[in-house]
């Protein structure tokens, strides 16, 4: 098998037989099982906390309080604002105030009922409005700014005044995106136990195992080589298990405390509280354009209501800005975004973190910009794509850019030059395009040191072993690494075993984010199996007495090229290098380019290469109920090269699947959003896979998969990212083809039945009063 | 909580097992007798993960007491591949890469096998109805529908 051949993940049986084994799968002798009481309150100072009678219950071993964690933590550095338990207040409802250890998870339960907590129920503050308002409390009021806002970011580029002068079309319009949820299956799951000489080791359900580490070491303040953190199989996170969470941290904690195994898992209603997830957002975006089609300003500015803890927040107001006008030129742009605090669970990552919310904004308003200049929506979005070896406004290094091809392949396999404008009444078709990164320059700490690793040792048995800090949490990690080095050595990716995500024998790799897996930690393996070539080659060189530089490494053979017929088979090559170099054992890494920027602020959002991505999407829509049906998507995803194409288009499958949930169904909302303080406010008003509506197979429409390849010039074999990227275009393309179907331009996702029939009266009323 | 011994046929194999009254079927399989492929994702029966066969029939075992699959025959995701041969849905999965976290696989590949074995040759409107109980977050379900269709078509000869 060759790189490029789909072939079937070399870990897939596991998962297929009921045999790969997820954290609440595990369980140790003598293991006991945790629980949470959280607060009932969305902002309330805690008065005192009475664990006495939780602590008589029988089967009950520890109960811990916000005192017995006092050590702040945060996975960004800046924004270190989260306690394992509520020491002073609680800020949404849902916060941990007291975890229990107990012989089994009911009794736990039970005793956390038990525990005695006396609040002071403060105001909450749950809108933009309240949080921008000074005359309301401020959520963490220790901090040394005493405001809601946790980041405000400003951002100007080129001459926007200028830039609206020479347009010849300016519109502006606000825009909101709703909060969403990751709702992996696996709920999270952490299983701590300490050994006799006090380190830790800490099996959970994470896509950061090396941030979560240090966390961990943080908050339990022991050196961080006293603790291991090992990520089993892991039920996807899509963004929801990138923080380091209560329960790894109480599990750590309550098993120090007991002298056993500690498990604490949380139930799905938990997980809908721990969220992470998207971040709703305010957008006002005005742009200014040319009739010719050129862009020629825009103001961009987003509010995010983001929730009781900063998570991933500050990064998140960058990237609104970075992503928002990518994959198009822009010369002058202004940008300002707010990341404030409110009495909700907190928002972090999800797939596509802050470039889906301004992709909305921008791909419904470009389509309104090329009706306003006459222009074709996909001919404005081709003459627009940044181009390969150019640099954006905003400081950004583009490299391989295949987005006009990609544009020109979903327009010619959907027939979108045809059918836009000319479908049947009610059924529509729209396009969208966009951009995402592959991986951070920057990781969330300040180092210089590699940002992955794989170590490779080569056994003589022909075994090539490959230890990687890599978080394989669904997407195909570890066959791209096992895919990369057998494509180097010229042997299968079934030929290699990928030991990850073990703190205490993996090298460093910063996690499952940013897309930055198979162009990080997949550099690091081609790193790695390049220095055991050379040595093979020189060995086997020796034997042949020919140059190095000679020999090929295909099909479990080295030979030489111009005669197939002298060589060695690739065990024979192991066994030659082990005799002339000793054990064969090296070390790959991957540390991004110095990519000098002109913006010293611009530190969040570069990456080494950007992947790009078009779309079409067709829907029906039902003008007596509003519902609308989507038909069909088209996806043409530029991936750089597609290492295993059946796992990419997997990748692409999923994320146009999850764009379609935000687009069609799901909305992480709450009670009381007018900050009305009944006793309901701040509750989730979904908190169920039942309640909280994600597409079942009957909601998910045909996808068209179309890999194209630009191979970048940096990128291991060419590849980028493939697990992200695909699903920023599928809400606004869905939005962009419900106006062709019916002429309504929808500004809020999702785009339900109540909100299209409300759009629909609307239209029919302006076209009433245009009629007389 | 009373306690009863309930004598159970998992897998073909008869498990004596003292359990308190409202033990789901899950809990029984996973805590009990560490049979944890089949996995919980809401223990509510909203997503599928837990599914098993009970006398043939597919059964959300975490809404299933335990007390009522005595005396009925279950199986559950480890009772799949027989004699160490793995069952064609899973090859095909595998060919397919139908797994990407692998959660919800192990409750749709019971669900398709027990809809195989009342349907030998089912529609795939019949298979789509089928996967409605099953949610999936990673795969958009577009490699389960193919993989499903495949071992289909290997079940009646055609591949």
């Not at chain 1, 070539?533 to 030979?559: M, N, P, S, W």
Request: aromatic share 6%; proline share 6%; charged share 20%.
């Amino acid at each position: 098998m060759a790189l490029g051949d789909s072939t079937p993940k070399i870990d897939g049986l596991e998962k297929i037989t009921g045999a790969a084994v997820f954290a609440d799968d595990m369980r140790l002798p003598g293991m006991l099982h945790g629980a949470f009481l959280r607060s009932p309150h969305p902002h309330a100072r805690v008065l005192s906390v009475d664990t006495s009678a939780a602590e008589a219950l029988d089967g009950v071993h520890c109960v811990l309080t916000g005192k017995d964690l006092p050590v702040n933590y945060g996975v960004i550095p800046v924004a270190m604002d989260e306690h394992a338990l509520a020491t002073d207040k609680v800020r949404f409802i849902g916060d941990e105030v007291a975890a229990v250890a107990a012989l089994d998870r009911a009794t736990a339960i039970r005793a956390c009922r038990l525990i005695q907590v006396e609040y002071e129920v403060l105001e909450p503050v749950f809108t933009i409005e309240d949080a921008l308002d000074k005359t309301k409390p401020v959520l963490h009021d220790k901090r040394r700014k005493a405001t809601n806002v946790l980041r405000r970011v400003r951002q100007r580029y080129g001459d926007a005044k200028q830039g609206f002068e020479d347009a010849d079309v300016i519109l502006e319009d606000t825009y909101h995106y709703p909060g969403s949820t990751h709702v992996p299956l696996e709920t999270q799951a952490a299983l701590a136990t300490w050994n006799p000489r006090g380190q830790l080791t800490l099996w959970t359900s994470t896509q950061n195992p090396h941030y979560l580490h240090r966390s961990l070491a943080r908050v339990l303040q022991v050196p961080q080589a006293d603790v291991r953190v090992i990520k089993p199989h892991v039920g996807a996170g899509y963004g929801g298990k990138c923080d380091p969470f209560p329960n790894e941290i109480c599990a750590a904690e309550l098993s120090r405390r007991t002298g056993r195994p500690v498990k604490v898992m949380l139930d799905r209603e938990e997980v809908f509280y721990a969220h992470r997830g998207r971040h709703p957002c305010r957008m006002t975006l005005k742009m200014g354009i040319k009739r010719d089609g050129t862009i020629t300003a825009c103001d961009f500015q987003a509010w995010a209501p983001g929730g009781a803890y900063a998570s991933y927040g500050v990064v998140t107001s960058y990237y609104f800005g970075v992503f928002m006008p990518l994959p198009y030129k822009l010369e002058n742009y202004d940008f300002t975004s707010h990341r404030l605090y409110t009495n909700h669970p907190p928002c972090g990552p999800k797939r596509g973190h802050g470039a889906i919310q301004p992709r909305f904004a921008l791909e419904l308003h470009l389509d309104k910009m090329a009706r306003a200049i006459g222009m074709d929506p996909a001919a404005l979005r081709a003459m627009n794509s940044v181009e390969e070896n150019t640099w954006t406004c905003n400081g950004l290094r583009i490299t391989s850019v295949a987005l006009q091809e990609c544009i020109d392949k979903v327009v010619a396999a959907s027939g979108y030059a045809d059918k836009v404008g000319n479908m049947p009444p009610n059924k529509g078709i729209g396009i969208a395009a966009s951009c995402y990164m592959c991986g951070a320059l920057h990781g969330i700490y300040q180092s210089e040191m590699p940002q992955s690793a794989v170590q490779l040792y080569a056994d003589r048995s022909g075994r090539v072993a490959l230890y990687s800090g890599t978080a394989d949490v669904g997407q195909g990690s570890n066959h791209m690494l096992a895919a990369l080095t057998g494509e180097v050595l010229g042997i299968d990716a079934t030929d290699c075993y990928v030991l990850e995500a073990d703190s205490t024998l993996t090298p460093v790799d910063l996690g499952s984010y940013s897309s930055r897996v198979t162009f990080f930690a997949g550099n690091a393996a081609v790193h790695a199996a390049g220095k055991l070539k050379a040595v093979v080659a020189d060995a086997v060189a020796a034997k042949l007495e020919c140059d190095a530089a000679e020999l090929l490494f295909k099909g479990h053979r080295v030979y030489r090229e111009s005669d197939p017929e002298q060589g060695v088979s690739f065990l024979d090559g192991l066994h030659l290098a082990e005799v002339a170099h000793g054990t064969l054992s090296f070390v790959g890494h991957y540390t991004p380019p110095k990519i000098g920027s002109r913006f010293r602020r611009q530190s969040v959002g570069p990456s080494p290469a950007y992947s790009f991505t078009a779309q079409v999407a067709e829907v029906t829509v039902d003008p007596e109920t509003g519902w609308v049906t989507v038909d069909k998507i088209w996806c043409a995803h530029d991936c750089g090269k597609a290492i295993n194409p059946v796992v990419v288009e997997g990748q692409i499958e999923g994320s146009v699947y999850m764009g379609v949930g935000e687009a069609m169904l799901e909305h992480h909302d709450f009670h009381g959003p007018g900050g009305h303080a009944g006793p309901a406010a701040g509750l989730h008003r979904a908190p169920s896979i039942l309640e909280y509506k994600i597409p079942t197979v009957h909601d998910t429409p045909e996808i068209e998969t179309i890999i194209v390849e630009s191979n970048d010039p940096e990128g291991p074999f060419g590849a980028k990212e493939a697990g992200e990227g695909p699903q920023l275009a599928t809400v606004p393309a869905i939005g962009n083809a419900i106006y062709d179907a019916c002429g309504i331009e929808l500004h809020a996702a999702p785009f339900t039945p109540d909100r299209v029939l409300k759009a629909l009266e609307r239209k029919a009323r302006a076209d009433q009063k245009a009629a007389k | 909580m009373k306690e009863h011994v309930l004598t159970l046929s998992i897998n073909g194999d008869t498990h004596r097992v003292l359990a308190p009254s409202n033990r789901s079927l899950l809990d029984l399989l996973r805590i009990d007798l560490g049979l944890t492929g089949s996995k919980h994702g809401c223990d509510v029966g909203d997503c599928g993960a837990c599914t098993v066969m009970v006398d043939g029939l597919p059964r959300l075992s975490c809404i299933t007491l335990a007390a009522d699959a005595e005396g009925r025959q279950v199986q559950t995701i480890e009772g799949v591949a027989t004699g160490g041969r793995l069952h064609p849905i899973q090859i095909a999965f595998d060919e397919h890469v139908a797994a990407q976290c692998g959660y919800c696989t192990p409750g749709i590949v019971v669900a398709l096998k027990s809809l195989f074995e009342r349907v030998p040759d089912p529609s795939d409107t019949a298979i789509r109805d089928t996967l409605g109980s099953n949610i999936c977050r990673c795969t958009g379900y577009t490699k389960i529908l193919s993989a499903a269709a495949q071992a289909r078509d290997v079940l009646n000869g055609r591949v």
